[in-house]
């Protein structure tokens, strides 16, 4: 059974730190296209936050936490983890790891064949 859990999500005051973690069981990550990671806020859209691909070694990320968010990868753990500095009220929303197992991006919903249940990042 393959799945995908999110867990490290909570309660930051602006300006603090979170670190969420996408933990697969039953597929090794090293073996996707790519993994990204998404939010959605209330109301809205699910956005593409970051991705990683290339067992790790290549990122991307949206404008608006360029500089501030770090996506990493430890294939020892099949883990794929996101660090979130600085962070700030609009951060907040539930966020959402999601594995591509064919081809093409990670940067938008419509790509990913795999999504864990989420995780809520609440920033005041």
């Known amino acids: 059974h393959v799945q995908l859990v999110e867990s490290g999500g909570g309660s930051a005051q602006a300006g603090g730190s979170l670190k969420l973690s996408c933990e697969s069981s039953?597929?090794?990550?090293?073996?996707?296209?790519?993994v990204g990671w998404f939010r959605q806020a209330p109301g809205k859209g699910r956005e593409g936050v970051a991705s990683?691909?290339?067992?790790?070694?290549?990122?991307n990320y949206a404008s608006s936490v360029k500089g501030r968010f770090t996506i990493s990868q430890d294939n020892a753990r099949n883990t794929v983890y996101l660090q979130m500095d600085n962070l700030k009220p609009e951060d907040t929303a539930m966020y959402y790891c999601?594995?591509?197992?064919?081809?093409?991006?990670?940067?938008?919903?419509?790509?990913?064949?795999?999504w864990g249940k989420g995780t809520q990042v609440t920033v005041s």
């Open positions: 999601g594995v591509n197992l064919v081809e093409g991006s990670c940067a938008v919903e419509s790509a990913i064949d795999l």
């Open positions: 990683i691909r290339n067992g790790g070694t290549t990122t």
């Open positions: 039953g597929y090794r990550l090293s073996s996707s296209v790519c």
